[in-house]
């Protein structure tokens, strides 16, 4: 069973930027897709981002196109998440999950969850 960890999470300005890092446990990391999803307070979670197996596919929620950028290093087995250009809308708990195959294709490609991280940005 994988074991995702978040990092990165914290309180910042809007306009400001954050980097979140999602590490994973095993030695099939670079063969599964991964994505971010985010849950703010009495909101469902919602896909924010994902990224194919070797890094060459990405997608992003339209709310967060053009400001965050997903990546990964499978010789770390981590992903990343450049979030810049913040704002208080972005607030929420940042999820990483694992996908079931090696590209993304829907939200539902996703079996395995970290337990989050919490964002906030004042404004």
């Known amino acids: 069973q994988v074991q995702l960890v978040e990092s990165g999470g914290g309180l910042v300005q809007a306009g400001g930027s954050l980097r979140l890092s999602c590490a994973a446990s095993?030695?099939?990391?670079?063969?599964?897709?991964m994505g971010w999803f985010r849950q703010a307070p009495g909101k469902e979670r919602e896909f924010v981002a994902a990224i194919s197996w070797s890094g060459a596919g990405t997608y992003y929620a339209n709310s967060v196109k053009g400001r965050f950028t997903i990546s990964r290093d499978n010789a770390k087995n981590t992903v990343y998440l450049q979030m810049n250009s913040l704002k208080p809308e972005d607030t929420a708990v940042y999820y990483c999950?694992?996908?079931?195959?090696?590209?993304?294709?829907?939200?539902?490609?996703?079996?395995?969850w970290g337990q989050g991280t919490q964002v906030t940005v004042s404004s």
């Open positions: 095993g030695r099939t990391f670079s063969s599964y897709a």
């Open positions: 999950a694992k996908a079931r195959y090696g590209t993304y294709s829907s939200t539902s490609d996703f079996g395995s």
